[in-house]
């Protein structure tokens, strides 16, 4: 096994994992500072282009950004998010895996699904593919509005099969979306492998987050997201201090000429 791999398995219980998502270098960077996995996520797509659905994201938008991610991540674990209807069957899975791993130089794949794909995700391990699973709520395959997952007897089942069919299935660990925090304590203690809650409660392994909802980029307004920044505001104040100088003739000086 991958020993950046070995080393997030190793965290549960011990450390507290930080994963944040990034789609260009220059946010990786910054993230890679700071975080134990980068993750490209689908969310690029109602992040950065608009999207009402993850499900418009397609293979190659994911590889070009996840290039430009790894130019920025030199230490945390990078996984790419495979996008929706690229890994509907095992030869599907991994050919689009293996080409993502080639292209991008990335070191593992997100996958939404519990029971659902886990003939799936044992046969990308087979092919020593590391897999990071995704339960809970699904963005790729929601139906209707997204909402939290776990408050009926049915579902909270389900969610127990579905992370125990991750585990048995070879996955690294997993995130859970939107998740009662009780039924989450409870799968985090009931597997052997890391839970990376978002909107999943405090007793998860580790926790993600969009970096863009974190710092003020986007205007989401989940219950989950905590801002921790305004940074467009501090971009604004930026900008309009060139405007002016540009304005005002006082940008450039002699010192930015030649
Ligand atoms: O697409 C994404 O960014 C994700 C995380 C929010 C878990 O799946």
Request: aromatic share 6%.
């Amino acid at each position: 096994m991958n020993s950046k791999i070995k080393k997030i398995i190793n965290k549960k219980n011990k450390s507290k994992i930080v994963c944040l998502t990034a789609y260009s270098k220059n946010i990786a960077e910054i993230v890679d500072n700071h975080a134990d996995i980068v993750l490209v996520g689908d969310s690029l797509g109602s992040v950065l282009y608009n999207y009402k659905t993850t499900r418009k994201v397609n293979l190659k938008m994911m590889l070009e950004h996840t290039k430009s991610v790894r130019m920025g991540v030199k230490k945390s674990l990078l996984v790419i998010d495979l996008p929706y209807n690229t890994y509907r069957n095992k030869s599907e899975a991994l050919k689009n895996s293996k080409k993502a791993i080639k292209e991008t130089n990335c070191d593992a794949v997100k996958v939404e699904g519990g029971v659902r794909v886990k003939d799936v995700v044992r046969h990308l391990v087979k092919n020593k593919i590391p897999v990071l699973g995704h339960i809970g709520l699904t963005p790729q395959t929601v139906k209707g509005k997204f909402k939290s997952v776990g408050r009926t007897d049915k579902e909270r089942k389900m969610l127990i099969r579905d992370a125990q069919a991750l585990e048995q299935s070879g996955a690294f660990g997993m995130v859970l979306e939107c998740v009662y925090s009780d039924i989450s304590k409870k799968i985090t203690k009931l597997i052997r492998i890391p839970t990376i809650g978002i909107g999943a409660s405090v007793h998860c392994d580790g926790q993600v987050l969009v970096t863009d909802d974190i710092l003020g980029l986007t205007d989401a307004k989940i219950k989950f997201v905590k801002k921790y920044i305004n940074i467009k505001k501090i971009i604004n104040s930026a900008l309009l201090k060139f405007k002016n100088e540009v304005k005002s003739r006082k940008y450039p000086t002699k010192k930015y000429s030649y």
